[in-house]
């Protein structure tokens, strides 16, 4: 439901070393994720996916507050998912 809104495009840079993933958690750079050892640009931010992306945090963050079980919502953290790591400003 929420994927088919999203577009993104990933392009790989020839240019970038292979860094360790502790190498891009310290210090990672900016629109770009970290995938097996490689940088790759991360391109497709849209109003329609800032607009999902703010009604997602809304919701957690009221669900959150309700339940009274704490914690944070984050809406750009650096975050693993299948092998990819992903880091927006």
């Known amino acids: 439901m929420v994927s088919s809104i999203i577009e993104s495009t990933e392009i790989k840079i020839s ?3 292979c ?3 502790e190498e891009w958690m310290h210090n990672p750079p900016d629109d770009r994720e970290w995938v097996n050892g490689e ?3 991360k ?5 329609k996916h800032s607009l999902v992306q703010s009604k997602l945090a809304t919701c957690w963050r009221n669900y959150k507050d ?3 079980r704490g914690g944070e919502v984050y809406t750009e953290p650096p975050c693993r998912t299948n092998g990819h790591l992903l880091k927006r400003n």
Request: hydrophobic residues 35%; charged residues 20%; proline residues 6%.
């Open 15 to 17: 240019e970038s070393p």
């Open 39 to 41: 940088l790759v640009e």
């Open 19 to 21: 860094i360790s993933l």
């Open 43 to 47: 391109s497709g931010m849209t109003l």
């Open 66 to 68: 309700s339940s009274d």
